[in-house]
């Protein structure tokens, strides 16, 4: 029996789908395996809402897409952050970074009581 | 704007989404394989991790198009079918859009190609009118916004402010390209007007500042592109081709580009003639250079970055310096003290003119406006119309929409449908409105007179047409559908699901707010109708002040053919001899100036009765032979008519001898003897009053039917002037009386055209085109109006009395009368009209002041024409009403109980 895995929280996965391909372009299947072993199987990600969080960051601007060849020797669709995708990431880090202190004083806090 | 552009590519879109999720359930299954997962079940399991593909598709459709685009297009599908399944709905919808767009779109494009459209030219929003505003001291030919040629040279250095300077002028001349010579427009330009505008040759050249350096020296003209198809075939060699302009050898030298035809609309010129010539072209015209002869428009293509009011103020030295220096100059008239104040008071303005510059314009702006704000009424009507039609076909749908709110619809979903489903109808209305508009578009440009429409103004759509008829079409539809679709699911859900088809409160009111609009729209456009009706019917009753039956007018101009003077006046006082000898000719008179084309020869005037007085306006005048007056039926009131006693020795061309019409005895010589008065021309304190006035005329038309002027009238026949109209009254029909004109005017001179053959009725009827135009059209629109409304209270009330069926039942159980029942239907329409009436008065004193000036005989507010337009409008609608309220009350009581 797999440890038990909690739901992605909302609002998270573009960031992570960002992070990912800040480091090299991936297709969708390989977003989704960086994804369960990033997490290490702790965070569930559901795979049916990759796609359409893929298309609405194409549309936004902040990542553009190609068909190449992939690793199979197939065509594949490859995902690639765009300047406007890396400067979102720094933003969204650095907000995560805020809100997950700002929570971390609040609990450290209550502890103190 | 992106969703858009994904919705055109969306097949490309899906493809690629397809090819990107079998990729992924393909790698995943291949992965499960590896780790020993059978085939069937790695597939299952990787399709089910996806959460269904329909699912992830529609998800990234969502992303595609957003929402709202996706539901759109959905409504558009859903409005299809329901147009094909209740067809005569549809039509009716349709039918009423169709008219008000129609008749909105043909209206705009004559606005559009009357006083909108800019000409095709380079930069046109850089083309000023250049005009003189004061007293030029100069005397003058033509239209408006005139000057003098030499003005135009000057312009031309001011090269600060202007990129190039041109003056033009039409002008008609006899024409002849081989055969026999007819008459034809043209107009003569300066040789920067090509230049100025931008135009570039199709073939050959065009004109260039060295074709007007001296004058009478080069004799070449450029034709237009459609005349050199028209006339020449599109010949290739026609340049170098010689032409015949008021019989004078012209050389043609180029055509000019295809789409240029002049800088005035109404008057399309056939060919240019450089200014140089303009002698040739206007015979006897010696007056180019003189600074004190206006005939010419001057226009002007400013620089880059330079407005109106920066040159306007620019050239303001110069203008004030050349006023200086003309004034000193020799031939410069002696004026008075007033007029020399006027004249140095003199400044120059510039108006945008990317429109060029047009009579046509200045003469139909008005009545266009006029009509563009009537349809927009009949369109605003229109759609008041279908928006109750929509409201009554909600009744209809109330369960359906009350069944999709049950299955979780939302208000707002449902009113993007039916706004969806009005826009689609409107659509179609102005898809069927745009392809009869230019059949309206003919009928209207019909009114206008046959010369003037027939070259300058096409029934044709283009870009700029389809584009506002699409744009009228979107509002209207939006106008129409915005009202149901506000009150679209408005009532609970239980309520709408239980009962069956009865109209809410809400929409039943709403249906009334919109018959009351119709009602008030429909009497202003009413009134508008009896206002041009009774506007035109009081010109034709008021006549021009002579008797038109039998009366024929033709013009004869025997300077263009080449006469001098004394020879073409002998010449025209022999055709007159042998017109009145000629057994189909009753009476016959000639004038210098013909009459009712809206033109005269005017001046200011001293008389000197008793005292010395000058006319405080213009004073219209005409030379006229004796039989003149006989010939058209004109009483001679006091003194006597001109005879053999008024014929001046030839060389002397002063008048002796004048007549005067009645008003102008009432205006200068009331209660004196008018007869032995003395008169003479101009105001000025040096004005000689040498001529005697022996008689005095009833009053008839010179200009318009409408004006009521003074009028002087010289002897004709002692002047040498070759050129006049005839005026004939026959004993035969009108074509019977042109055939012998023509053979006597042949055996005078076989190459002398014979101009603006025309029966007086017909002058008359072409002196009165825009008021026709008006009263024809709003009278179209009035009818309509009252129909479309009418028909829209007939079926409020029809529904009205459905809906009262069960209550007027009752009452008539419980002993009220048929009449009691009629009444209680006819009052709710009552008080509809009543409230229509009360919203219409104020507009008809507000729009007035727009229809003011082209009334006559009748004003805006007029008491009688709101009363006669409110009776009819008001037993139209009972007799509308009465239907519904006559069934009501003739329903047995107990059949209304038993209804459901």
């Given amino acids: ?113 | 704007m992106r969703q858009i552009w994904n919705w055109l590519r969306r097949h490309d879109l899906e493809d690629s989404l397809d090819r990107e999720l079998q990729y992924h359930l393909d790698r995943r299954v291949s992965d499960l394989m590896g780790t020993g997962v059978p085939e069937a079940e790695a597939r299952r399991q990787a399709r089910l991790e996806l959460g269904g593909l329909t699912l992830v598709r529609e998800e990234v459709r969502d992303v595609w198009f957003t929402r709202w685009l996706r539901d759109f297009a959905a409504d558009f599908r859903l409005t299809g079918r329901s147009f094909l399944r209740g067809p005569s709905f549809s039509a009716v919808i349709v039918l009423s859009l169709a008219l008000g767009i129609g008749a909105t779109t043909a209206i705009y494009s004559l606005v559009d190609q009357v006083i909108l459209r800019a000409l095709p030219i380079r930069q046109p929003e850089r083309l000023v009118l250049i005009d003189w505003q004061g007293d030029q001291v100069a005397s003058g030919f033509g239209t408006w916004n005139l000057m003098s040629y030499p003005i135009c040279r000057d312009l031309q250095l001011q090269d600060q402010f202007f990129d190039g300077v041109l003056c033009r002028a039409a002008a008609n001349v006899n024409l002849s390209t081989g055969g026999e010579s007819r008459p034809a427009a043209v107009e003569i330009v300066s040789g920067t007007y090509f230049s100025t505008l931008g135009i570039r040759p199709a073939l050959g050249r065009v004109l260039s500042p060295e074709d007007d350096q001296t004058p009478e020296a080069s004799p070449v003209v450029v034709l237009a592109y459609d005349f050199w198809k028209a006339q020449f075939s599109g010949a290739p060699d026609v340049v170098g081709r010689k032409i015949l302009i008021n019989r004078h050898p012209m050389t043609v030298v180029g055509v000019a580009a295809r789409a240029f035809h002049g800088v005035d609309v109404g008057q399309t010129p056939v060919l240019w003639v450089p200014a140089s010539m303009s002698s040739q072209a206007i015979p006897g015209f010696q007056d180019m250079l003189d600074r004190r002869t206006r005939w010419m428009q001057i226009l002007g293509h400013l620089r880059e970055g330079i407005t109106p009011e920066k040159a306007q103020a620019g050239l303001q030295p110069w203008f004030k310096s050349m006023l200086e220096e003309d004034s000193r100059r020799a031939g410069f008239p002696r004026i008075g003290a007033a007029r020399r104040r006027r004249y140095f008071e003199s400044t120059l303005t510039l108006k945008p003119a990317p429109q060029g510059h047009s009579a046509l314009r200045r003469a139909l702006s008005e009545p266009l406006w006029v009509l563009l704000a009537a349809t927009a009424l009949l369109l605003c009507l229109a759609c008041l119309n279908v928006a109750g039609l929509f409201l009554a076909r909600g009744l209809a749908r109330e369960r359906e929409i009350g069944t999709r709110l049950a299955l979780g619809a939302s208000r707002g979903r449902i009113a993007r449908q039916l706004l969806a489903d009005a826009i689609l109808y409107s659509l179609a209305g102005g898809l069927l409105g745009v392809a009869l508009s230019p059949f309206a578009m003919r009928s209207l440009i019909a009114f206008l007179p046959q010369d003037v429409a027939a070259t300058s103004l096409q029934s044709t759509l283009d870009a700029r047409l389809l584009l506002f008829a699409f744009v009228v079409s979107v509002v209207s539809g939006l106008a129409s559908g915005l009202a149901p679709a506000l009150t679209a699911g408005r009532e609970s859900l239980v309520t709408s699901l239980r009962a069956r088809g009865t109209l809410t409160f809400g929409a039943m009111r709403l249906r009334k707010v919109m018959v009351t609009g119709q009602i008030a729209f429909s009497l202003l456009l009413l009134i508008g109708a009896m206002l041009f009706a009774r506007t035109l019917a009081g010109l034709l009753a008021k006549g021009p002040g002579f008797a038109t039956t039998s009366l024929v007018a033709f013009s004869l101009d025997t300077s263009r053919n080449g006469y001098s003077p004394a020879d073409g006046s002998r010449l025209m006082h022999r055709i007159q001899d042998e017109i009145t000898a000629s057994a189909m000719c009753q009476a016959s008179g000639m004038t210098r100036f013909p009459l009712l084309t809206g033109g005269s020869w005017n001046n200011g005037m001293t008389i000197q009765a008793g005292q010395r007085i000058t006319t405080d306006r213009e004073v219209n005048m005409n030379a006229v032979t004796p039989e003149f007056f006989s010939a058209l039926g004109i009483p001679v009131l006091a003194g006597r008519n001109f005879d053999q006693r008024d014929s001046r020795p030839s060389g002397d061309d002063s008048y002796r001898t004048a007549m005067v019409n009645e008003t102008f005895v009432k205006r200068y010589l009331a209660g004196q003897n008018p007869i032995g008065a003395h008169v003479g021309f101009g105001t000025g304190p040096d004005a000689k009053t040498s001529i005697e006035v022996v008689g005095v005329v009833a009053d008839s038309s010179y200009r318009d039917l409408r004006e009521e002027s003074e009028q002087a009238f010289f002897p004709y026949f002692q002047t040498n002037v070759g050129s006049g109209t005839f005026y004939v009254k026959v004993r035969s029909t009108p074509e019977a009386a042109f055939q012998s004109i023509r053979a006597i005017v042949q055996r005078a001179d076989p190459s002398l055209p014979i101009l603006s053959y025309r029966t007086m009725t017909e002058q008359i009827g072409r002196s009165l085109k825009s008021e026709r135009m008006l009263a024809a059209l709003s009278e179209a629109f009035g009818a309509l109006a009252l129909l479309l409304s009418l028909v829209g209270l007939y079926g409020v009330m029809s529904f009205m009395v459905t809906e009262r069926t069960r209550e007027i039942g009752i009452r008539m159980a419980l002993g009220a009368t048929g009449a009691s029942t009629v009444w209680l239907v006819l009052r709710d329409a009552l008080v509809m009209v009543a409230v229509g009436w009360a919203i219409a008065l104020p507009c008809v004193h507000w729009l007035g002041r727009l229809v003011e000036s082209q009334l006559f005989g009748v004003t805006a507010t007029d008491f009688t024409t709101i009363a006669q337009a409110t009776l009819l409008l008001a037993s139209a609608a009972i007799g509308a009403a009465f239907i519904p309220a006559y069934r009501a009350a003739s329903a047995n009581p107990i059949d209304a109980l038993r209804l459901d």
Avoid: C
């Fill in chain 1, 1 to 113: 029996m797999p440890p038990p895995r909690f739901p992605i929280p909302q609002g998270t996965l573009d960031m992570l789908i960002l992070q990912i391909l800040s480091l090299e372009p991936a297709h969708g299947y390989g977003i989704a395996q960086r994804l369960e072993q990033i997490s290490r199987s702790v965070v569930q990600v559901n795979q049916g809402s990759l796609y359409p969080a893929l298309h609405r960051l194409e549309q936004k601007g902040w990542l553009r897409s190609s068909w190449k060849e992939s690793e199979t020797g197939r065509d594949a669709k490859f995902y690639s952050l765009t300047p406007g995708g890396r400067k979102q990431l720094a933003v969204e880090k650095d907000s995560w970074a805020r809100l997950a202190g700002a929570v971390r004083l609040i609990f450290e806090e209550g502890d103190g009581v």
